[in-house]
């Protein structure tokens, strides 16, 4: 069997995304013109990929960053495994490294290895890891897709690579993302390879 290709997109640009809001699982937002633009700048570049599946969040943001694939006709399903981690009560919030003593403090027992700290009301690397495997577990068994295109968050998809790749969650940081940038990957049936890491190249061309 030849090596199956998953392309992981985050989505595109949002008024929150700018402003520095956390938005999460439980701030439904739209893209704005940015995410829009960069929305259409994929599609330039990739529209033409044969994709058999195209997988979003629950949220409207990812179904929006695809819109143009889904408006092919192609095969679509919503996840709530795909869904962003939860912030708890600072969902809908302005937080920042430099401003927040309590965003720095968990960010950094994450990277200590403490991966079940969480915000208040909020969710837990752990948590979004536990929620995120039945997903994993579908995506491999479904050999007949042999090109997917996966469209979700940026917290969310950091735990999401380190799950695929075989890295203990302290490592998230590491997988750095942007608005609409690309994680495509192989998959031989045993092992996740990444082929294209932190791709943004499609949003050079004109959208």
Same mark, same amino acid.
């Not at 595109?12 to 829009?36: A, E, H, K, Y």
């Not at 949220?59 to 006709?73: A, P, Y």
């Not at 495997?133 to 897709?145: A, M, N, Q, V």
């Not at 690309?182 to 959208?207: C, P, W």
């Given at each position: 069997? &030849?090596? $199956?290709?998953?392309?992981?997109?985050?989505?595109?640009?949002?008024?929150?995304? @700018?402003?520095?809001? =956390?938005?999460?699982?439980?701030?439904?937002?739209?893209?704005?013109?940015?995410?829009?633009?960069? +929305?259409?700048?994929?599609?330039?570049?990739?529209?033409?990929?044969?994709?058999?599946?195209?997988?979003?969040? *629950?949220? $409207?943001?990812? %179904?929006?960053?695809?819109?143009?694939?889904? !408006?092919?006709?192609?095969? %679509?399903?919503?996840? +709530?495994?795909?869904?962003?981690?939860?912030?708890?009560?600072?969902?809908?919030?302005?937080?920042?490294?430099?401003?927040?003593? !309590?965003?720095?403090? @968990?960010?950094?027992?994450? #990277? #200590?290895?403490?991966?079940?700290?969480?915000?208040?009301?909020?969710?837990?690397?752990?948590? @979004?890891?536990? $929620?995120?495997?039945?997903?994993?577990?579908?995506?491999?068994? $479904?050999?007949?897709?042999?090109?997917?295109? @996966?469209?979700? %968050?940026?917290? +969310?998809?950091? =735990?999401?690579?380190?799950?695929?790749?075989?890295?203990?969650?302290?490592? *998230?940081?590491?997988?750095? %993302?942007?608005?609409?940038?690309?994680?495509?990957?192989?998959?031989?049936?045993?092992?996740?390879?990444?082929?294209?890491?932190?791709? =943004? &190249?499609?949003?050079? =061309?004109?959208?």
């Amino acid at each position: 069997m &030849s090596a $199956r290709t998953i392309f992981f997109l985050r989505h595109g640009q949002t008024d929150f995304n @700018v402003r520095g809001i =956390v938005q999460g699982s439980g701030v439904d937002s739209s893209l704005n013109d940015t995410g829009r633009r960069q +929305a259409e700048q994929f599609f330039t570049v990739y529209g033409h990929v044969a994709f058999d599946k195209v997988y979003t969040s *629950m949220l $409207r943001r990812t %179904h929006e960053s695809v819109r143009r694939f889904l !408006e092919l006709g192609l095969p %679509h399903e919503s996840h +709530a495994g795909l869904n962003e981690i939860s912030w708890g009560v600072r969902e809908g919030t302005r937080i920042t490294l430099e401003e927040d003593a !309590e965003y720095r403090h @968990v960010l950094g027992q994450w #990277a #200590a290895g403490n991966t079940a700290a969480r915000l208040e009301g909020g969710e837990s690397p752990d948590e @979004v890891a536990a $929620r995120q495997r039945p997903f994993i577990e579908l995506l491999k068994s $479904r050999s007949d897709e042999q090109t997917v295109l @996966v469209c979700m %968050h940026g917290r +969310a998809l950091r =735990v999401m690579l380190c799950q695929l790749l075989g890295y203990p969650l302290s490592c *998230m940081d590491g997988f750095e %993302h942007s608005n609409l940038c690309l994680y495509k990957l192989e998959f031989t049936g045993s092992m996740f390879t990444i082929r294209n890491f932190l791709d =943004v &190249s499609h949003l050079q =061309v004109a959208g």
